[in-house]
């Protein structure tokens, strides 16, 4: 975002004349993997409550197809966000070691979170007090918009 700011990123594709390709298994950190094994025991429970608030509201849920489509949507894309993370540590440290060997460095980024950013900014405001998290933000977008909850009543 600072790049395209300055005027900076203009074209989407680099020459790849005398580009060398390495392609590296990172195994995941121990820390990383009990993330994901929270992550996924979350969503499984977030799936379960949905099931029964559905259950719940009887007639009066919304069209359920849409809802599952929609949840199914977010999980995969919150676990991408996930993964892409888990890579983070190993590409600042092949950065730093190929940039110590006087070579170029081009990280591609398949996602950058910038939606998420500004819903967030959009939400909270231009003064954030701490970093947004994509996969934070796109779970309560989707629990916010989507969780079937009874209407609520007339006020008095």
């Not at 995941?28 to 608030?53: G, H, N, P, T």
């Not at 190929?98 to 996602?111: D, F, H, P, R, T």
């Not at 007090?129 to 934070?136: H, M, Q, V």
Request: aromatic share 10%; with cysteine.
């Amino acid at each position: 975002m600072d790049m395209k700011a300055r005027g900076m990123y203009v074209c989407r594709t680099l020459s790849y004349k005398g580009v060398e390709f390495e392609v590296l298994e990172v195994p995941l950190e121990a820390k990383m993997m009990d993330i994901y094994k929270k992550a996924a025991e979350f969503w499984a429970e977030l799936r379960v409550e949905l099931l029964s608030a559905s259950a719940f509201l009887g007639d009066d849920k919304p069209n359920s197809s849409q809802l599952w489509r929609l949840y199914w949507a977010s999980h995969q894309r919150f676990f991408r966000y996930v993964c892409m993370s888990a890579k983070v540590p190993a590409v600042v440290s092949l950065s730093k070691q190929a940039l110590m060997e006087n070579k170029c460095v081009v990280i591609g980024l398949q996602s950058t979170g910038e939606a998420r950013t500004e819903d967030a900014i959009t939400k909270y405001g231009n003064d954030l007090d701490d970093f947004i998290s994509g996969p934070r933000e796109l779970l309560l977008k989707f629990v916010e918009e989507n969780y079937p909850l009874p209407e609520k009543p007339e006020p008095l």
